[in-house]
């Protein structure tokens, strides 16, 4: 896993100006790198051009997506990343849908080409960690994962395999970005070791 692609869905929208993100998307830039890792990186705020992305997919052992929850889910910005990125590189990041015209309704998402290759989140929440966490609270113990298991789908898709999500909590409410940093510095050195 030496080469890694992170991509920053961060972006300035509505009272969202994309801050903790792009903080967070350079401290791992810079962290990644000082390990001696190969890294390239996408800004979604900037444009791109989808078969660039689609190479630069294919060159990475690990895709690191940074984002903020919008209403639940990934920002629109970044959905529309995907939806020209991973439609352009059909034929590199998935052959077909996987199932075949002898039995179509068995092994559907298996025909992604990316086996091998990892993704991870690291995500940002105003939420606190309990909403996702407690029975009975927001996401009624779902965990993180679960709030993001059509995100996680559409890697699998691709034939990725997840490495453990990074989560910020309360970054509205009470946020403390030293805090935070601090948390994602040991993530990173325990899922990338030197």
Known sequence: MKKILLINGGT???????????????????????????VQETQIKNSYTPQEEVEKILWADVIIYQMPAWWMMM????????????????????????????????????GGLLQGRRYMLSVTW?????????VG????????????????KSQQFLGMNNLPTFMVNDVIKDPQIEHYLSEYKQHLTKVFPL
């Open 12 to 38: 300035h929208f509505g009272h969202s100006g994309g801050q903790l993100n792009e903080t967070l998307h350079q401290f791992a830039c810079k962290h990644l790198t000082e390990s001696g890792y190969n």
């Open 126 to 134: 105003n939420a606190p960690t309990e909403a996702f966490n407690e």
């Open 137 to 152: 609270n927001f996401f009624d113990s779902r965990g993180v994962d679960g709030v993001y298991f059509a995100f996680h």
């Open 75 to 110: 920002p629109w910005q970044l959905k529309k990343y995907m939806d020209e990125v991973y439609t352009a590189g059909h034929g590199s990041l998935y052959e077909s849908d996987g199932r075949t015209r002898s039995n179509p309704k068995k092994q559907y998402g298996t």
